[in-house]
Every structure is written in C-alpha cells, then in structure tokens.
C-alpha cells in the first residue's frame, strides 16, 4: 500500500514539475504528439478543394503493389482510393485482384486462403473464386452446390508491368493502361525502372500540390543532400513563381522560356545583379538579416562539382524524350521529372482520406550491362535514400499539417497550384461537375492580384477558364 501511494505522489510531481503544462499544451488529441491533424474538407463552392474527391479519383489505373509479394500461397489485402482490394494468383500465375467482399455474407475474402492453385476461399462459408471472380466451389453446401456458376464476386482488372501490380479502381469500363501509366512502363526491357514504397500519414492532395513549390529547395530542403551537393542551393527565390499550362487535359507543367514570355527563366532570375548572377544570400529588410544566414553549406558542393562533371562524361545513356503529356503532373496525380538521363516519378495513391501510399520510381535507359549494375547498385545503395527519404521526406514533414478546412490566402508563387487542382476538378475522370463551375475562385484572384502587384503580364488560363494547350515534343 504504500508503495502504490509513493508512485501515485511521484507521478503527480512527475505531471506537475517541471514543465507540467505541456502535457495537454495542444488539448487531448494525438496533436500533441505530433501527428498529423485529421484531413477536413472546406464545404464554401467558392473553394475549388471542396470539388477534390478527399479520398481520390477512382476512374484510373494505379500501381498497387510488387508482383513478388503476392504469393500463390496467401492473399494480399489492400486498400486503394477508400476500395477495399483482394490480390491473388489464378491458375496462369498472372497477379488478380477482386473487391475484398464475399458476395454471401459480406465477409472478408482476405482473411481466407488460396487451398486450390488459382483461387481463393472465403474464411466463413468456403465459396471459393478463381481468377474471374467465378464461384467454383462452396466448400459447407458440399460439390452439389448451386452456389458454383451462380455467385460471382466483383473483379477488377490488374495488369503487371515493370514487376508492379497497377489496378483499375473505376466502377465504369476501364480505360486503355497506356491512357494512365507513364509510357517507360511499356518499353522494352532494355528500360530499367527501379522503385520503391512509402507511406505518408497526409491526404493526397496535399502530397500532390507539394510538387508546385518552386523554392522550398532554400527552406524546407536546405539541408537536404541532394541540395548539399549543389553551390547554388537549389531553384532560385523569386516572388513571381513558374508559369503554368494545360497539356491536352492531361498534365500540368512549366512553361518553358522557349514557348513562352512567361517562362520560367524570367522567373528564377528575378534577384539577378547587372552580370546576370543570383547572389546565394540575400537580404531581408524586414528581419535586417540575410537567407542563408551562413554560406558553409557550398563547401561540400564545390568539392561535389567537380565528381558530377566527371560522372556526367564517364556515362552513356539513351535520353527520355520529352513528352509534355507525360511531364509536370499528370492525371491521376503522378509527379514527374525528366533529368535527361532518368525519369524521377512520384506517385502520390490515396488509400483513405488521412493516408497517402507513395510510389516513387526511378527509370533509366542504361546503354549495357554494366550501366544496368551500376544503375541497380547506386539506387539501392545511395539514391533511393537520397531521392526517396531524405529529400521526399523532408517536404512530407514540412507539408503534412496543412489544413484544408480553412481559408488560403495564395501568392503568385502558388500558380502551380491552382493550375493542378483546375486539372483534378476540370478534367479528372469521375469527378463531379457542379452546374456551373465559377471562372475564378477567391484562392485564384489572389494569385491574380499579386501578379499584378509585382506587374506581371496576366495569365490567361489563370484568370479566365482553363484552356488546353496542345503541346508536344518540339513544340
């Protein structure tokens, strides 16, 4: 008894002092914690979210998992845009995927068993499917059931490339795979495309629009590697931010100098001095200080410049043609980056409304063997880190408090994002149309306003209804 008392007086001076009011400093929510605050939706019409589908588009392919893991042995559980999806083997092998729903008595297929090579066996009753969602067996009414040939469970079509189950989540008949996956996973094995997997505890939206930020490089990823090997420390500030366009109702993506007076070039340049340099620090009036406050993260990117001149010469590869329609971000919401030599892909899946599984993707065309080694190798061992983890997860803990709930107040940096959520609500397949869709939302006046402030040219598409532009290569 009074060892119980004893504890009981430590742990109320424990919870008291010192530092007692920070138990509940954000109130009884996982908050304190830090975890990622729930995601709302705003419900004003004027505000173009409210018309995004909080848990994504469903009418679309979308990578699901690694072939490798699907067994024949067991099924796999997974859950894509809110659905609910079974994955197991038939009898060619090939990955199938069924709703995770027994249509007897509603009971999960996965938690059941694949006893027969090429199907799948409820865990109640032991209706058991094969590859088409056809009832085969009914394991307790015995070989006589009239269950067989009668009870069909909903199928959904999957289709195996690169090593990567993608499935089709629509409801409706599904689109051609070419029409919603990037074209290197069509290309012969001579293309390599390396991936990997991460969870992010944030909608999928806010991971997407993160893709837009144009110079969270001097901020969010100062530190990163990847910027550490850099002198200039990354895309250059600018308060105007990269114009953006409409590719066949597809994509979202920079205009370039060469296409247009709104390029990018002018943009990136805009603190530049009489010989056309951007300093690395500038000066900020308002603190009296400068950004960075120190210069001692270019040392490692002199000593790094030299090792990427080499490496650039010692390499050969086949270059990715440069596609607008496969460029910026594409419908359904896959982030993309051509670096000449490699194709960078992140793909952003919904799998409810709070959780994003991202599928990240590394392709190259290497011009032999050894370029395939060397490829397999640096990515497993340096640049799935330094692409995937350290940098990506520096913009997943910057991004993953935004609330979507309350009122924005955008810049003319953000014209990423308002063109990218014109893109989901305005031409993303299965989104809901509202009778009449207003020219310009709040959020986009904003944008408008500050370029104007910064005597910008306007911006057609920004300010009146987005237009398609078709754009091809060499356009």
């Known amino acids: 008894m009074f060892g119980l008392e004893l504890r009981r007086s430590f742990s109320k001076l424990v919870a008291g002092y010192p530092g007692g009011w920070k138990k509940y400093a954000r109130g009884d929510d996982a908050m304190r914690w830090g975890r990622t605050p729930p995601f709302v939706q705003p419900e004003d019409p004027d505000d173009r979210r409210s018309l ?17 893991d699907v067994s024949r042995k067991r099924p796999v559980a ?42 799948l066996t409820c865990p109640y009753h032991g209706a058991t499917f094969d590859g088409d969602g056809e009832c085969v067996a009914f394991i307790t009414e015995g070989p006589d059931s009239k269950m067989v040939g009668r009870l069909k469970a909903r199928k959904y079509p999957t289709v195996t490339l690169k090593g990567t189950v993608f499935v089709w989540t629509g409801e409706g008949e599904p689109s051609d795979p070419k029409e919603d996956i ?58 105007v931010g ?15 100098p060469s296409r247009d007076n709104m390029g990018a070039r002018d943009k990136v340049n805009y603190y530049a001095d009489d010989d056309g340099k951007v300093p ?19 040392l490692w990117g002199w000593i790094h410049d030299g090792f990427v001149s080499w490496r650039r010469k010692s390499r050969q590869k086949r270059p990715f043609q440069n596609d607008l329609n496969w460029e910026g971000v594409t419908l359904p919401g896959i982030i993309r980056s051509n670096h000449i030599t490699h194709m960078y892909t992140r793909w952003p899946v919904a799998v ?26 640096t990515f497993a061992l340096y640049l799935k880190w330094m692409l995937f983890f350290n940098f990506s997860d520096q913009d997943y803990d910057a ?35 509202p009778v009449q869709v207003q020219e310009q939302t709040t959020a986009e006046k904003l944008v408008y306003e500050a370029d104007r402030l910064l005597g910008q040219q306007p911006d057609e598409e920004l300010i009146g209804t987005s237009t398609s532009r078709s754009a091809g290569p060499g356009s």
């Open 399 to 433: 991004m993953r408090s935004c609330r979507y709930q309350y009122p924005e107040y955008l810049s003319s940096t953000d014209n990423c994002v308002v063109m990218l959520r014109r893109l989901i609500t305005e031409h993303g397949r299965g989104v809901e149309k």
């Open 352 to 377: 409810d409304k709070d959780i994003t599984r991202v599928y990240y993707a590394f392709g190259t065309r290497p011009s032999n063997v050894w370029g395939r080694i060397y490829d397999r190798l």
């Open 78 to 119: 997974l859950k894509i845009v809110g659905k609910d999806f079974v994955f197991f083997r038939d009898r060619n092998d090939e990955v199938q995927a069924l709703w995770d729903y027994c249509p007897h008595r509603g009971a999960y297929l996965s938690w059941g068993d694949s006893f027969w090579n090429g199907t």
């Open 242 to 256: 990269y114009r953006m366009q409409t590719v066949n109702n597809h994509a979202v993506d920079t205009i370039s």
């Open 182 to 239: 990037p074209p290197e996973w069509f290309e012969p094995d001579t293309t390599l495309i390396l991936t990997t997997w991460r969870y992010w505890h944030c909608n999928w939206m806010i991971a997407l629009e993160n893709n837009g930020d144009a110079h969270n490089m001097w901020f969010v990823h100062r530190n990163s590697f990847r910027q550490l090997r850099s002198t200039r420390g990354g895309r250059d500030r600018s308060p």
């Open 52 to 68: 995004i589908p909080a848990e994504g588009l469903t009418e679309y392919w979308y990578p699901a998992l690694p072939a490798k």
């Open 280 to 298: 690395y620090r500038l000066y900020y009036p308002g603190v009296d200080g400068y950004w960075p406050k120190h210069q001692y993260r270019r």
